[in-house]
């Protein structure tokens, strides 16, 4: 390895940089290494035991069981060889000192590097205080298989979905579609009302009654209750049930009770908790990097010199729209153009390196429908349907805030939504946009 850099110097082309994280944004950003000349030793650290991996089809493809699980992988072991690239499964990061450029493998393993990619990602949340009862979540391969054997094991199951968000959605969407029951509770009053405001929030949530699942907003969990066979309660929470039952992982679960804050309650034979997700950052205590919702990244993805954060894990200073906010956007497409963006600021230097601003997009598939967003719109923006209408599921709404367009979202109309990608790349107002449509 060479000399540490001065700060702001470009990383050295023959040096050594360990990607921390192997799934989208880890990967790309040491494909995106390689594709900008650099020769060095590269080492790509993922704690799952898998090649890397692609996550949007756990809750769909994988779940209904019309993919393998294999058909997810990103890229090959072959491929990886290929490009030189060092991957590292089963292994997870226990410490970095981001000053030394040093980190420590929960094995003792230590490696020292010119450049340090932070790309860890993030994990799902649990029901804080719910009991006993068991709670299933999505995130990766096992997580899915997990869930496919509780949904197989009980036919006809019935499926409560706690939050309605997007990978709750289609969670219930594809458990309803696989025969299931399903029970959506959602403690907004609007599902993803956060992200997409009331309109287009209830627009979302009437996909659900019109398709046979139950959504009950306002809805609060406050435990989960094991429920034996004869439909009572089972043990207090922490005392295991008796017998041999099947373990966690396995195809057939206690029913569970899940109690509201308003008294009610629902049976389940399956409960998945869908409420969001944590950036995976304990591991970075100590390390001298800032620690806020995120690892906090200045507007090139830098957290410090020779370091620098991608994916869900990176929370970075963003310029646009003639404003700047500190962010963090949990998209499959942010995740990897910031993979990209992070190895071209590594190889020009902290000094030279571009701001990442990219036009955020993400999807779902609900009910046989596409959602799609472009752009970063917020709940308190103006909007407007300019193709379709909201009552039929099957439109395309802007977003304005400030005379700017900040974004669009489409359902149903994939062509219509991304004809509004160039306005957002280039910075058009509102009345441009407003324009547009009118023609």
């Known amino acids: 390895m060479s000399p540490p850099a001065a700060a702001g110097d470009p990383l050295p082309l023959d040096g050594r940089v360990v990607v921390i994280g192997a799934g989208l944004a880890g990967l790309r950003a040491a494909e995106a290494l390689r594709a900008g000349g650099f020769s060095g030793s590269l080492e790509l650290v993922g704690d799952e ?26 890229v090959d072991g072959a491929r990886l060889a290929e490009l030189g690239i ?11 000192d981001a000053e030394a450029r040093r980190v420590e493998l929960e094995d003792g393993a230590v490696m020292e590097a010119d450049g340090i990619v932070v790309a860890t990602g993030a994990r799902p949340r649990s029901l804080p205080g719910a009991g006993a009862g068991e709670q299933l979540v999505l995130r990766t391969l096992e997580d899915a298989a997990i869930l496919r054997a509780r949904v197989e094991g009980s036919a006809g199951a019935h499926v409560v979905v706690v939050g309605a968000g997007f990978i709750g959605s289609e969670v219930a969407a594809t458990c309803k579609g696989l025969g299931c029951s399903v029970t959506v509770l959602e403690v907004a009053r609007t599902p993803l009302v956060a992200a997409l405001g009331e309109e287009v929030g209830a627009a979302c949530a009437s996909m659900h009654e019109r398709n046979g699942v139950e959504l009950r907003t306002g809805a609060a969990v406050v435990a989960l209750t094991p429920l034996g066979p004869s439909g009572v309660a089972g043990p207090p929470a922490g005392e295991p049930p008796a017998g041999d039952g099947p373990a966690a992982g396995g195809s057939a679960g206690a029913p569970t009770q899940v109690e509201l804050a308003d008294g009610s309650s629902v049976r389940a034979d399956v409960v998945v908790v869908g409420i969001g997700v944590v950036p995976t950052t304990g591991w970075l205590a100590g390390s001298g990097l800032t620690l806020d919702n995120g690892v906090v990244c200045d507007h090139a993805l830098f957290a410090a010199d020779g370091v620098v954060a991608a994916g869900d894990v990176a929370r970075w200073s963003w310029r646009h729209d003639g404003r700047e906010e500190l962010v963090r956007i949990e998209h499959w497409q942010v995740a990897a153009d910031a993979g990209a963006a992070a190895a071209a600021a590594l190889l020009h230097g902290r000094a030279a390196a571009a701001d990442f601003d990219p036009v955020p997009y993400f999807w779902s598939d609900q009910y046989g429908l596409k959602v799609q967003m472009v752009g970063h719109p917020g709940p308190t923006d103006e909007v407007e349907v300019v193709d379709g209408t909201l009552a039929d599921e099957r439109f395309v709404a802007l977003y304005g805030r400030a005379g700017r367009l900040t974004g669009a979202v489409g359902i149903g109309r994939p062509r219509q939504l991304m004809a509004y990608r160039p306005l957002l790349v280039a910075g058009a107002t509102w009345e441009e946009a407003l324009r547009v449509h009118r023609g």
């Open 49 to 74: 035991p898998h090649p890397p991996y692609d996550r949007p089809p756990l809750s769909k493809q994988v779940l209904a069981g019309t993919w393998p699980p294999e058909r997810t992988t990103l």
């Open 86 to 96: 060092h991957h590292e499964p089963g292994r997870a990061a226990a410490r970095l």
